[in-house]
């Protein structure tokens, strides 16, 4: 989060350092900050950490399982997902006035650090993705004394 923040504030001082950018700025502000994928779709996620994991619900309506991609790596979470085209059959006269769902690649990253890879859960439900990414044992401690 505090990655994603800061990328936010750099790009945006950079964008008022060129005011030829000013239309950029105003358009893409919200993109940024609400971490927008490049075609415009966003996986909504909420996300809870404690002292032993992180739990995270992702919306991920009308995907099929086999569709979702799950890769953990130096403390990152990615999650892919595609949709096949659509195709709505139903009105053979054309008379479909509005068609907003969106097929493709759609996908988003996570920084969850110290995560036990080998304990990870995920499922799969009613379309929400939910996951339970333990956190690694806390090494232990040793004091050294000073002589």
Known sequence: MANDMMNWHNDLFDRFNDLTKMDDLVNGLGRSFMNVTSNGS????????????????????????????????????????????????????????????????????????????DKIEARYEHGVLSLTLPKKAAADTHHIEIQ
């Open 42 to 117: 966003v996986l909504k996620t909420d996300i809870k950490e404690n002292d032993e994991q992180y739990t995270m619900k992702v919306d991920v309506p009308g995907i099929d399982k086999k569709d979702i991609a799950l890769k953990y790596r130096d403390g990152t979470l990615s999650i892919a997902v595609k949709r096949d085209s659509i195709s709505d059959e139903s009105d053979h006269d054309g008379n479909i006035i509005a068609s907003e769902r969106q097929s493709g690649r759609f996908g988003r990253q996570y920084s969850l650090p110290d995560v036990d890879v």
